[in-house]
């Protein structure tokens, strides 16, 4: 735009230039300079010229900004986004011709579009957290829609915790965290641990469908809790959670969760959008098991995988000291440094051996 400025500028002086000189005959200008024109002629000729050759260029800058204009994606109004005709969520159908249903589904879509600096972290956040929460999915044949449940219950923060104490990515209690596989005790928050997390989300999420036979339910009990499902279902005498009266969060939830998975779906064609340098960088680490007869100094794990400390403390959020306590752990590393780490353990675990 810069050039575009300095171009008018420089067309506008031409002119004026121009205009100081004796005019130039029509004939002159159309047929070329005569042999015997006048040196004023010859000086005024030379000026068109240059500002023939400048407007040459102002047009090709010009072909140039209109293309970078057009390369520039510009969100329409949020009610140019209509709410797609027919919905999903784990292949189960959200009935959409409930207008009750659809109604719930419109109001938390719109909340979304309007937050639109939400949506952008999410999906850059996504790009660090779901090709693992897709490899185990995967692995463990379970709808790939449920990574969206990360979305609804911490946003992919790690560091989330709820007025009700629940943690992490995925938001476990302490009671739920716990019975599947979590420690939190003696500066050990395990559902801090990502993949650990991830693990027992997954179980969690599992156990949950194999008894209510229907993802909706089975991420309603995921938030309010299997025996507040149980309850209301055989209160009101249905198994549809769309048409059960439910906690508001829990009437909320699904609805959320399948609100992510419409837009982080296809970003684009909801106005969001992030060229690739702009994602956060994939959640990479080496996972490695040990047993410790003494606490051991994370600052002793930074130097011998030549790190800092705080890359080890960002990647390792469920221990909350400054060492990893006696007993057995997992610990996460950068890419590349296992085989370091586990020369320096063994000089240090003959060094603190229990007599």
């Not at 965290?177 to 395990?190: A, P, Q, V």
């Not at 027992?200 to 156990?207: E, N, R, V």
């Not at 992030?274 to 098991?289: G, T």
Request: aromatic share 10%.
């Amino acid at each position: 735009m810069v050039t575009v400025v300095r171009l008018m500028f420089l067309t506008i002086f031409m002119l004026m230039g121009c205009a100081t000189q004796p005019l130039v005959k029509e004939e002159s200008v159309k047929e070329g300079i005569p042999a015997n024109v006048s040196a004023g002629d010859e000086a005024a000729s030379e000026k068109i010229k240059s500002l023939e050759d400048s407007v040459t260029i102002l047009r090709t800058e010009m072909v140039e900004v209109k293309n970078r204009l057009k390369s520039i994606s510009v969100r329409h109004p949020i009610s140019t986004y209509p709410l797609p005709k027919v919905v999903s969520i784990c292949g189960e159908r959200v009935p959409l011709e409930n207008k009750k249903v659809w109604e719930n589904l419109d109001q938390e879509f719109l909340a979304a579009l309007g937050s639109e600096a939400q949506v952008l972290l999410w999906m850059k956040r996504s790009r660090r957290y779901f090709p693992h929460i897709e490899k185990r999915l995967k692995e463990m044949f379970l709808p790939d829609d449920l990574k969206y449940v990360t979305i609804t219950e911490s946003s992919l923060r790690p560091y989330a915790v709820s007025s009700s104490g629940a943690a992490g990515i995925w938001q476990f209690i302490p009671s739920t965290g716990e019975r599947y596989g979590m420690r939190g005790n003696g500066g050990i928050d395990e559902r801090l641990d990502f993949t650990k997390a991830t693990e027992g989300a997954l179980a969690y999420l599992k156990s949950l469908y194999e008894e209510f036979m229907s993802w909706p339910l089975a991420m309603a009990a995921y938030n309010a809790g299997e025996n507040r499902i149980r309850k209301e279902i055989a209160l009101q005498a249905t198994e549809d959670y769309f048409n059960l009266d439910l906690p508001m969060e829990t009437e909320r939830y699904v609805y959320k969760i399948t609100v992510a998975k419409i837009i982080l779906s296809d970003p684009e064609r909801y106005g969001f959008r992030l060229e690739e340098e702009q994602l956060y960088e994939p959640f990479q680490i080496e996972r490695v098991e040990i047993e410790l007869p003494k606490p051991l100094p994370i600052m002793d794990v930074a130097t011998a995988t030549d790190s800092f400390y705080k890359d080890i403390k960002e990647m390792n959020l469920h221990l909350s000291g400054d060492a990893i306590p006696a007993g057995a752990h997992f610990l996460n590393l950068p890419p590349g440094t296992s085989q370091r780490f586990w020369a320096f353990f063994s000089d240090w675990k003959k060094e603190n051996s229990l007599p």
